[in-house]
């Protein structure tokens, strides 16, 4: 049984990165390394470690490019399971063989298993991160407990190579936001995948570039040029039919309480603003740049 870890990097902390590759090594066959920076200097921290191959790609194509041109790598390689990791995300020393033995105990139920990922960690808060969009129920089969959800995000989640000669490849055109998501959904519409959270595993993962306070909610603050990934892809995923409508309905709103925050209050206003109408605009427009 063969695993190979995707670790995407966008000008990387080295520090931290250092630290994710030093985790992960022991648990995995190998690591392909896909690098969207626009100078490739992150090759230096891999140097010396036969299972790491990197591949820079010469300048920044998105999360969806990168992860494609791993899942490439490792299909043509002959491996079973490939394991996506953000840059971002620091892996318990035992996650891996845990999350293959929490896929198997699903397998063995029958399930068509699209995902199995581990519940994250704010590492700002400290808090579990929430998964109320996207949670359908809860239970226990043998000894584990799940969370299931309409989709998992990228990072830290387990998938069986097979899936994407089934389901298909990830979607480049939407760079980055929803990537994840839209390729759950896409798996659960075509050969009903399933798709969980191990409630006993726990990753510590980066999100936004801080969290601030809200009156009893804790927000997540996002730069500026996501903002337009995020209105566009929004709006191109509203044309899909297989994309669930509570996650429309939910992030709609969110998306306009979000114009209020960053245009209203939030700092660096005029880039906020710039950003969410590109991203209103290209997606009305069916821009693919």
Known sequence: MKIGAIL????????????VVELLLPQVDAICAIDNSDNGTAETMFEGKANVEYISLGGNYGIAKAQNVGIHHFKEAGFDFILFIDQDTMPEKDTVSRLLTSWQCLDKEGIKVGAVAPIGINHFTNKTISYSIAQIRSLNIDDHRFLEVIHTMSSMSLINLKMFDEVGMMWEQLFIDAVDCEWCW????????????????QMNHILGIGSKTVGKRSIHITPPYRMYYQYRN????????YVPRRWLRKNGVKYVLKIGYYVIGGPDRLAYIKNIARGIRDGIKGVKS
């Open 186 to 201: 896409r798996a659960a519409d075509k050969v009903g995948a399933r798709f969980f959270y191990d409630y006993d595993i």
């Open 8 to 19: 995407v990097l966008y000008n990387p902390d080295v520090a931290r990165t250092r630290n």
């Open 234 to 241: 929004f709006i191109w995923l509203l044309r899909k039919k």
